[in-house]
């Protein structure tokens, strides 16, 4: 099982390094693919204060400006895609969370033993739609879901990215960075963060109604650096840290086991069939 928080941080960075890489509407009315992978250094679940070193794929498919589907970005569809404008469905997957601690693409880092006696969250269907306005090198992108099994709450992110172009050694250097933020409703909240009755028991931790609200804050940065000169293999760094709010801050799990400062930072590489 790998963590939710590095596969959810590796999302919105990830996102925000494919779309400064990205061509303008009707560039491209063709099938396009890359493959890849990275490495993420990230707790070792939302709201730890123990960090893990994993191992994450990285796969991308497009058709024209339309279509799109990955590890990170889900399955959608741009039904808006203009200058300005993009907009269209979404479906998600949150991986699940094993009270156990067990997480295969794990490579360095101990197992947690924090989650035992809270039960399992499965992997959750997300499905939504999102909204992104672009003027210049600014953009900001709402995107709201509803898990449909697994924790079945609903998820809203919201952020605003500034991006931009250096060049370094004869290369570009493609940079996006800006604030973001997590709301979610009390289904949600309880999944991860709520203790009942029966989970205080085998846990060790007191009682806890996590209700829902703003869940999370932060910033998230992302560098794409062009390894050859045709730009079909690219080097992504991305970096992020985010402060857990309201009852996610609050609950028992995070005062008592973990930490509201959540920080992940990683290496990823991609290559353009």
Known sequence: MKSIFSVAACAGALFAAQSALA????????????????????????????????????????????????VQEGVGYNIVNTKNFRAGPIARIAFPRNEDGDQPFVIAGDPTT???????????????????????????TLEARQGVNGHNGFVGDMSVNYRGQRF????????????????????YQSAYFGVTPAQSLAS??????????????GIGATVVRPIDRAGSINAVFVAGYDRLAGDAGDAPLV?????????MIGVFFSYSL
């Open 255 to 263: 005062r008592e086991r973990g930490a509201r400062d959540q920080l």
């Open 114 to 140: 924090d989650l035992i006696g809270l039960g399992d969250v499965s992997a959750t269907a997300e499905l939504g739609g999102f909204f992104e306005y672009r003027a210049g090198a600014l953009s900001a």
């Open 168 to 187: 370094a050694l004869g290369r570009p250097l493609i940079y996006s960075i800006g604030p973001r933020l997590r709301l979610v409703d009390d289904s």
């Open 23 to 70: 061509q303008p509407p009707g560039a491209d009315d063709g099938f396009q693919a890359a493959i890849g992978g990275g490495m993420m250094f990230a707790p070792s679940y939302v709201g730890d204060d123990d960090y893990q070193l994993s191992v994450l794929p990285n796969i991308q498919f497009k058709y024209g400006d339309r279509f799109f589907a990955s």
């Open 204 to 217: 060790g931790l007191p009682e806890f109604d996590a209700d829902g609200g703003l869940h999370s804050y």
